[in-house]
């Protein structure tokens, strides 16, 4: 029996490196959880589509902002296409991201070969990173999901 309450202890303990946040109570994401939402794909092609997400930079459009734009471009026109961007930046507490940016577009016409969505905001300097997630349906119905992630980069305002 003291076997198992010497286990239990050693699996319960605290890294007290590390403040004990969870994505459950707060809306803070440890480094670590971002990191595994997908891979690391800055282009990928997709049937005649290219799938794309700029890693978070300086808006060349909007003096002041910070922007990572994700984008579906096709050769042929698609059914569907929709993307879901997504920004976070470093918080307060080092190692832990907060959503701050989020956009959305979807080109459902059946005749479209296009859709991006930017997520920005206002500069501030500090540790981004950048997730979106892809969705494009062919004419014969054939899904195409994808999630991408950019790594943790430094924007200096």
């Known amino acids: ?40 794909r800055p282009l990928e092609d997709v049937s005649d589509c290219k799938f794309n997400l700029d890693w978070p930079h300086n808006s060349g459009h909007v003096a002041g902002n910070v922007t990572s734009n994700a984008v579906i471009n096709c050769n042929s026109k698609k059914k569907y296409l929709g993307v879901e961007t997504y920004l976070y930046r470093e918080s307060s507490n080092p190692g832990y991201f907060k959503l701050v940016a ?13 859709v991006s969505a930017a997520a920005a905001l206002g500069c501030v300097s500090a540790r981004y990173y950048a997730k979106a997630e892809f969705l494009m349906v062919e004419g014969n119905d054939a899904r195409h999901e994808r999630t991408h992630k950019t790594p943790v980069t430094q924007v200096n305002c």
């Open 1 to 40: 029996m003291l076997t198992g309450v010497m286990v239990a202890a050693a699996e319960t303990r605290v890294d007290l490196a590390r403040p004990a946040i969870t994505t459950a109570t707060s809306d803070l994401m440890p480094e670590s959880e971002l990191l595994d939402a997908g891979e690391i």
């Open 102 to 114: 989020q956009n959305s577009a979807v080109n459902n016409s059946g005749n479209g070969s296009y």
